[in-house]
């Protein structure tokens, strides 16, 4: 295939469903390197369209979309308590987290009070949610570079808080334990005592992220210098979470506008950051944000020990409807932040629910920053991006 400028270009794909080659005559070659839609370093169904000269790549296009499921319109065909069932999947490591933005959002446009204990707990479970996520994304990125050992450490701890987030919702991975005004169900007998077990065992197992990851010349050697994210292109494309505060934005939605009970753990909170904006440093904002959220779990659970017993949750109407408005509600998500900008018309099913997720927009940066790198790093950077493709496609 040859473009206007005389240039001749050859498509070839790696993974399932990419393209063939595909060679024309005359002029200079460029390899355009579908890789994916369905390949191991993709984290699922993403798709980049990778130019390359040689073996750097001139230019990178993210292809989003295969995992679309129009969730935002089903929205529209749900009430605000069916909602809940689509909100907590497009994240799957992070379900109680993206509960969180619809509950609170629908409770705003109420000016409902939630009763404190539920409050507290609210805080707790999203901690735990987190560190779960950041497990994942501990035990794959090594992984992905070659480290097979880290990723069953990371499942290891990961089982300790399962078990725990398990017994209080009854769900594994997507909790559908929130309910607008509060929770579904008090907690069961004895729990906040197995919840400090596992996050004392989980604390305990940290370390070996340490030694084991960041103590290991080759990972080192394959994420420093590399992939650097600049803070002007931080703020250009949206992003946001830990990505954003390797690259030196010190934002957190925690700390700068706080929910739930985060206002009141000002004392615990430790916002990581790094300068450096590589690869290496934005695998350790993860791990020191995943060992705050232990100390915040611990806080929580400190404070709920101290509360009189109370409800969890607030008695609803059969038929729930929010007054007529619109309203923005946003969360800092494990991966970055989370929005939910919901439109009601009076009705018991939202008029519209835009989703603000955090892995699309930080996906996007991946334009700007994989031009000028190598195909070798290509690998190293996506990894380091710590994104789910439902998060992007929603």
Known sequence: MTDATGTTRATVGIGGGAAGADEGPGGSTDMVLNIGPQHPATHGVLRLRL???GERISQAEPVVGYMHRGAEKLFEARDYRQIIVLANRHDWLSAFSNELGVVLAVERMLGMEVPERAVWLRTLLAELNRVLNHLMFLGSYPLELGGITPIFYAFTERESLQHVMEEVSGGRMHYMFNRVGGLKDEL????????????AAVRGGMTRFDDLVLGNEVFRGR??????????????YG???PIARASGVDFDLRRDEPYL?????????RVATRDAGDCLARFEVLLDQAKNSL????ACLDRLAELPPGPVNQRLPKVLKAPEGATYAWTENPLGINGYYLVSKGEKTPYRLKLRSASFNNIQALGELLPGTLVADMVAILGSFFFVVGDIDK
Do not use: F, K
């Not at 069961?188 to 996050?199: C, D, I, L, N, S």
């Not at 994420?223 to 250009?236: D, K, S």
């Open 188 to 199: 069961p007998a004895g729990w906040t005592g197995r919840a400090r077990e596992a996050v």
């Open 295 to 298: 100390d915040l779990a611990d």
């Open 51 to 53: 130019t390359l000269d």
């Open 239 to 241: 992003v946001s979470g």
């Open 261 to 269: 009970a985060y206002g009141e753990l000002g004392d615990v909170l």
């Open 223 to 236: 994420t420093r210098g590399v992939g650097v994210l600049e803070p002007g292109a931080v703020h250009a």
